[in-house]
């Protein structure tokens, strides 16, 4: 039996959310009997993924270049077969998006999307959140299947050692979708969902301009930006930077709420950080019900104030 | 140009959700229902190309329950011509037989394009579309947030960690739209009175998915505290952050 890692790959290097996926299979590992390989969709040498829990790496140069949804799944598949992998795992991510639906589909398996949680004490189990998180699904997973795993939620340890790199010779297909341009620089901006800390505004905030405080503290903390559903449909954020419901599921070590409510829709989206921080002039606001430490005050005062403090 | 929008109802995103006693299930009896928000932007975007181009036909293809009807009315309201309901005896809660239904239906009535949602925001897999498109053997591209479509081919832009890329993929092809592609419009009146004269075809599917597992409510977080009020309270809090918390 094997678990089989789709390691994702930005500028050469596997993103910390694959180093998870090796964390969470070598958990399983010791329950379900299995090995845990590593493949990575591009050519390269990724040897070190073995002191991240992988028990073997396989690249795929024929993955090298312009990425194609349909043809890069139709060579994972290849892999799959070639591999085994009676449980396929993703981090959940745009790349996983596109490739994961594709597999389940092409090998007929189930897939179950953004799990929080492994248990394989009897059996294996993965917990998913549904409706943004309201409720907890506890699915008992019949092998084989595709699972993604959300990032952050799953320890990444690196304590083992380097394990053999072998490059898999498949080749890749017709190309039906191709992705032309990557039109900001990755790796440039933090993305929400692998930030540790988030400093995040609202309605409270007042306009764009009003973010300028919040900025200022995430770059003092090396955190990201998130935004509220009203700062962002009312234009002073771009949806990339959505918590809630209809945005992004966060689970950030810390999570700064700065003139948010705290509705139901954005408590969906970030209740599940582990620490959250509440600064709103309105004592009676929901937000106060969830944060670990609230400040009841006007952020344009408590923000600096706070970044003094940390300074 | 042919469209079809695939669209379900969900769960209005203000319910409380409540669990059924068996556990098992989601408590659907007080729930009210909405069209799921990322369909609205497939739905608009379809719309957005008919009113460009009077030849583009825009047909709503939903699979659920009966009761589906109302919500699926609604889209048509929006503006869509025609709608099909591939009934099932309860809405399902697993991709694969959703998609499985989706695809059979578009292989026996093609589509130039097919729009959707990029997930549903009751069970959250976000993975139909893809699975649709593999399915019928097209081009996709997931969670688009900007969309131009020729005769021959469509051009999006999705984002992606750190950035956002941009897809170039021949028709007939699969796009599942995200927020920010636009700006989903109201039904006006006489789209609401229109809506109740369009076809909505029916057409009865066996398919049923299985259990979903145990359910339960997410652990609850301990009472929040206030730390004080105003700038004086940022010293308390900063310390509490350092060496309570731990994680500064």
Same mark, same amino acid.
């Given at each position: 039996?094997?678990?089989?890692?789709?390691?994702?790959?930005?500028?050469?290097?596997?993103?910390?959310?694959?180093?998870?996926?090796?964390?969470?299979?070598?958990?399983?590992?010791?329950?379900?009997?299995?090995?845990?390989?590593?493949?990575?969709?591009?050519?390269?040498?990724?040897?070190?993924?073995?002191?991240?829990?992988?028990?073997?790496?396989?690249?795929?140069?024929?993955?090298?270049?312009?990425?194609?949804?349909?043809?890069?799944?139709?060579?994972?598949?290849?892999?799959?077969?070639?591999?085994?992998?009676?449980?396929?795992?993703?981090?959940?991510?745009?790349?996983?998006?596109?490739?994961?639906?594709?597999?389940?589909?092409?090998?007929?398996?189930?897939?179950?999307?953004?799990?929080?949680?492994?248990?394989?004490?009897?059996?294996?189990?993965?917990?998913?959140?549904?409706?943004?998180?309201?409720?907890?699904?506890?699915?008992?997973?019949?092998?084989?299947?595709?699972?993604?795993?959300?990032?952050?939620?799953?320890?990444?340890?690196?304590?083992?050692?380097?394990?053999?790199?072998?490059?898999?010779?498949?080749?890749?297909?017709?190309?039906?979708?191709?992705?032309?341009?990557?039109?900001?620089?990755?790796?440039?901006?933090?993305?929400?969902?692998?930030?540790?800390?988030?400093?995040?505004?609202?309605?409270?905030?007042?306009?764009?301009?009003?973010?300028?405080?919040?900025?200022?503290?995430?770059?003092?903390?090396?955190?990201?930006?998130?935004?509220?559903?009203?700062?962002?449909?009312?234009?002073?954020?771009?949806?990339?930077?959505?918590?809630?419901?209809?945005?992004?599921?966060?689970?950030?070590?810390?999570?700064?709420?700065?003139?948010?409510?705290?509705?139901?829709?954005?408590?969906?989206?970030?209740?599940?950080?582990?620490?959250?921080?509440?600064?709103?002039?309105?004592?009676?606001?929901?937000?106060?019900?969830?944060?670990?430490?609230?400040?009841?005050?006007?952020?344009?005062?408590?923000?600096?104030?706070?970044?003094?403090?940390?300074? | 140009?042919?469209?079809?929008?695939?669209?379900?109802?969900?769960?209005?995103?203000?319910?409380?959700?409540?669990?059924?006693?068996?556990?098992?299930?989601?408590?659907?009896?007080?729930?009210?229902?909405?069209?799921?928000?990322?369909?609205?932007?497939?739905?608009?975007?379809?719309?957005?190309?008919?009113?460009?181009?009077?030849?583009?036909?825009?047909?709503?293809?939903?699979?659920?329950?009966?009761?589906?009807?109302?919500?699926?009315?609604?889209?048509?309201?929006?503006?869509?011509?025609?709608?099909?309901?591939?009934?099932?005896?309860?809405?399902?809660?697993?991709?694969?037989?959703?998609?499985?239904?989706?695809?059979?239906?578009?292989?026996?009535?093609?589509?130039?394009?097919?729009?959707?949602?990029?997930?549903?925001?009751?069970?959250?897999?976000? /993975?139909? #579309?893809?699975?649709?498109?593999?399915?019928? !053997?097209? @081009?996709? =591209?997931?969670?688009?947030?900007? %969309?131009?479509? +020729?005769?021959?081919?469509?051009?999006?832009?999705?984002?992606?960690?750190?950035?956002?890329?941009?897809?170039?993929?021949?028709?007939?092809?699969?796009?599942?739209?995200?927020?920010?592609?636009?700006?989903?419009?109201?039904?006006?009146?006489?789209?609401?009175?229109?809506?109740?004269?369009?076809?909505?075809?029916?057409?009865?599917?066996?398919?049923?998915?299985?259990?979903?597992?145990?359910?339960?409510?997410?652990? /609850?977080? #301990?009472?929040?505290?206030?730390?004080?009020? !105003?700038? @004086?309270? =940022?010293?308390?809090?900063?310390? %509490?952050?350092? +060496?309570?918390?731990?994680?500064?």
């Amino acid at each position: 039996m094997t678990i089989l890692c789709i390691v994702d790959v930005a500028e050469g290097r596997e993103r910390p959310a694959s180093r998870e996926l090796l964390g969470a299979a070598r958990q399983l590992k010791g329950a379900l009997g299995c090995q845990v390989l590593a493949l990575v969709p591009a050519s390269g040498d990724f040897a070190h993924l073995g002191a991240w829990g992988a028990d073997a790496v396989h690249t795929l140069p024929a993955l090298d270049g312009a990425f194609s949804s349909d043809a890069s799944a139709a060579v994972l598949a290849q892999a799959v077969e070639t591999l085994g992998g009676d449980l396929v795992l993703f981090s959940a991510g745009a790349r996983a998006r596109e490739l994961a639906p594709r597999l389940a589909a092409r090998l007929g398996r189930p897939l179950l999307g953004e799990c929080t949680q492994l248990d394989a004490t009897s059996g294996l189990v993965a917990t998913r959140p549904i409706f943004a998180g309201k409720v907890l699904v506890k699915a008992p997973v019949a092998l084989p299947a595709i699972l993604t795993l959300r990032p952050k939620l799953f320890p990444a340890l690196e304590d083992g050692f380097a394990v053999a790199s072998q490059s898999l010779a498949l080749s890749q297909g017709e190309m039906k979708a191709v992705v032309t341009e990557l039109l900001a620089a990755a790796g440039g901006k933090l993305d929400l969902s692998e930030a540790d800390i988030i400093v995040s505004g609202g309605r409270g905030v007042g306009g764009p301009e009003g973010f300028a405080p919040l900025e200022s503290l995430a770059t003092q903390l090396g955190a990201a930006v998130g935004a509220s559903r009203a700062a962002v449909d009312a234009g002073w954020r771009p949806h990339s930077q959505q918590v809630g419901q209809t945005g992004k599921v966060v689970n950030p070590t810390l999570y700064i709420a700065c003139g948010i409510s705290g509705a139901i829709q954005h408590l969906a989206g970030m209740k599940n950080s582990r620490y959250i921080v509440a600064i709103n002039k309105d004592p009676e606001a929901p937000i106060f019900k969830v944060a670990d430490y609230g400040i009841v005050g006007d952020l344009f005062e408590v923000v600096p104030a706070l970044a003094a403090a940390l300074a | 140009m042919r469209i079809v929008v695939c669209m379900k109802r969900v769960p209005d995103t203000e319910s409380v959700i409540r669990i059924a006693p068996d556990g098992g299930a989601v408590d659907t009896a007080d729930l009210n229902y909405i069209i799921n928000p990322y369909d609205e932007y497939a739905i608009e975007a379809a719309l957005q190309m008919k009113d460009a181009d009077d030849s583009v036909q825009v047909l709503l293809l939903t699979v659920g329950e009966s009761a589906a009807e109302s919500t699926i009315r609604k889209g048509l309201a929006m503006g869509a011509d025609e709608a099909v309901l591939l009934q099932v005896p309860k809405d399902l809660s697993d991709p694969l037989g959703t998609a499985r239904l989706l695809a059979e239906w578009l292989k026996a009535n093609p589509a130039d394009l097919v729009l959707a949602g990029k997930q549903g925001v009751d069970f959250d897999h976000g /993975a139909v #579309p893809g699975m649709v498109a593999e399915l019928l !053997g097209w @081009a996709g =591209a997931s969670s688009v947030c900007a %969309l131009a479509c +020729e005769a021959s081919h469509a051009t999006v832009e999705r984002e992606v960690e750190g950035g956002r890329e941009r897809v170039r993929l021949p028709l007939p092809c699969v796009i599942s739209a995200d927020k920010g592609l636009n700006e989903p419009r109201y039904a006006s009146l006489k789209g609401i009175m229109g809506a109740k004269k369009k076809p909505l075809a029916v057409v009865d599917c066996a398919a049923q998915s299985g259990a979903l597992g145990s359910l339960e409510a997410p652990p /609850a977080r #301990p009472a929040g505290r206030v730390v004080g009020q !105003g700038a @004086a309270a =940022a010293t308390e809090l900063a310390r %509490l952050l350092k +060496e309570e918390a731990r994680v500064l």
